[in-house]
């Protein structure tokens, strides 16, 4: 079984473990108890997955204190471990009955609100990594940078970044900060792949960031869709299974993601076990220029210019 390596995420600057647990579906289905979170948590670790993505809103902002009831009971070092979180996104919700309607919020009286819901929710005293969670056309760069810069110096969180941003929008609130943005969270995989091209991945080379990377394996749709496109995908992704001996097509699709010289960092999604362990595999598959190409033809409909 491999075991997950660690990525800078900037050179000097915190480090994450290669493939990042995401606890967005932690309350999909049967809601499980501390215990159940708490070896989940260990299954994670040991896999390698030390880093744990969270952001506020999920589950209807109830995903952080059940995942921090796990963490309560579990029997490993906090600083063994990654938390990563988000905000800026207000949810119209039972558990928000403020918001009247769906907005963002990037001001630092709500990020600092924030932070210290969320530290309460996962029992921890500091954040690792915290992102905007989605840009907001109202974002004063210079409050959000303030939040960001006080937040860091009091020690409740080591890293801030962003999420879903474009190379300008992260230009902007990086050029307030006296401290790198870490990574922009975004999404991309084999069946979403405009970051190649619309500037994200070259911005994150240019600058030496490492992208997260959110629904690397296109939110289910890789092995559900029944369209051409999705068709497609699949019988390349099973060519090149067969020709790796990686025998299942969403390892080849995290493969394809790592084999992207600007270290993208997949968070991975589900909550099953031997899912994980699955994907993890990746971790030992190396494409080749024509393997990768091929799943990008494939995707495009077409083959390169």
């Given amino acids: 079984m491999a075991v997950s390596p660690r990525i800078e995420l900037v050179a000097g600057g915190l480090s994450l473990s290669r493939l990042v647990f995401g606890a967005w579906r932690l309350l999909d289905g049967q809601r ?5 979170v708490a070896r989940l948590i260990d299954t994670a670790v040991d896999l390698g997955l030390t880093s744990f993505d969270h952001a506020d809103i999920y589950g209807g902002y109830e995903v952080e204190e059940a995942f921090g009831a796990g963490l309560a009971r579990w029997k490993g070092r906090r600083e063994g471990i990654e938390l990563i979180s988000k905000c800026g996104i207000m949810l119209a919700s039972p558990n928000r009955p ?20 969320s530290l309460q929710n996962l029992c921890t005293d500091y954040l690792d990594l915290l992102l905007i969670h989605r840009p907001d056309p109202l974002m004063d760069a210079d409050d959000t940078a ?8 009091a020690g409740k969180v080591r890293a801030v970044g962003v999420s879903n941003f474009t190379p300008e929008q992260f230009d902007l609130l990086a050029s307030r900060l006296p401290f790198p943005l870490v990574t922009n969270q975004i999404e991309h995989s084999v069946l979403e ?12 080379q240019r600058l030496g960031y490492a992208p997260m ?3 690397p394996l296109g ?8 369209g051409a496109r999705e068709q497609s995908v699949r019988a390349a992704l099973q060519a090149v299974a067969a020709e790796t001996g990686a025998g299942d097509i969403s390892t080849i699709a995290i493969a394809w993601l790592l084999r992207h010289p600007a270290r993208l960092v997949p968070v991975l999604g589900t909550m099953k076990p031997e899912r994980l362990a699955g994907l993890v595999k990746a971790l030992d ?3 080749d220029r024509q393997q990768w190409f091929a799943i990008l033809e494939a995707s495009e409909g077409r083959a390169v210019p």
């Fill in 98 to 117: 403020q918001n009247r309607l769906k907005h963002y919020d990037t001001g630092a009286v709500h990020i600092e609100a924030s932070v210290e819901r």
């Fill in 193 to 204: 792949t405009s970051a190649l091209t619309d500037g994200r991945l070259d911005h994150a």
């Fill in 32 to 36: 499980p108890d501390g215990d159940a």
């Fill in 285 to 287: 598959v190396t494409l």
């Fill in 219 to 226: 939110g289910g749709s890789l092995f559900t869709g029944e």
């Fill in 146 to 153: 303030r939040a960001f810069e006080r937040l860091v110096t």
């Fill in 213 to 215: 990377i959110w629904s």
